[in-house]
DNA sequence: GACTTGACTAGAC
DNA sequence: AGTCTAGCCAAGT
């Protein structure tokens, strides 16, 4: 299993309408130094990976090569759902928790009484 | 193996 | 707020 196919698998779970940035996936592989070969890793994704889904630490988003236009990436995440301000998504709302947002909400146990 | 290339990032101005 | 820089490291030559 070489690490750009662990990238392309662990995309293909981010779900509509949410994103993850390039150093969160690469924290989640446990190579939290990999960011920027997540972003190789992404390079040659054909459309079975939502790799529009993912953008920089910032919110916004990185230009694929000098041609390519962030247009593309930016209407397929509008399109689900995802909102922009002064052009970054919204991280703090958008973000993907990935298995840590299906944990037992143990916080909720607690009582003033 | 020794370079080279970047869809990156945190920190420092 | 933006702009630079150094460090990063998987893949491709």
Known sequence: MTFRAAVLELVRRIPR???????QLAAMLRRPRSARQVGQAL??????VPWHR???AQGSISRRS????MMTQRIRLEQE???FRRGRVVLARFRWQGVAAR???????RQIG
């Open 17 to 23: 309408g949410r994103v993850a940035t390039y150093g």
């Open 43 to 48: 390079r040659g994704a054909d459309d079975g």
């Open 54 to 56: 993912v953008v920089n």
């Open 66 to 69: 000098r041609t390519a236009s």
């Open 81 to 83: 759902g995802v909102v």
């Open 103 to 109: 944990r037992p909400r143990d916080f909720a146990v």
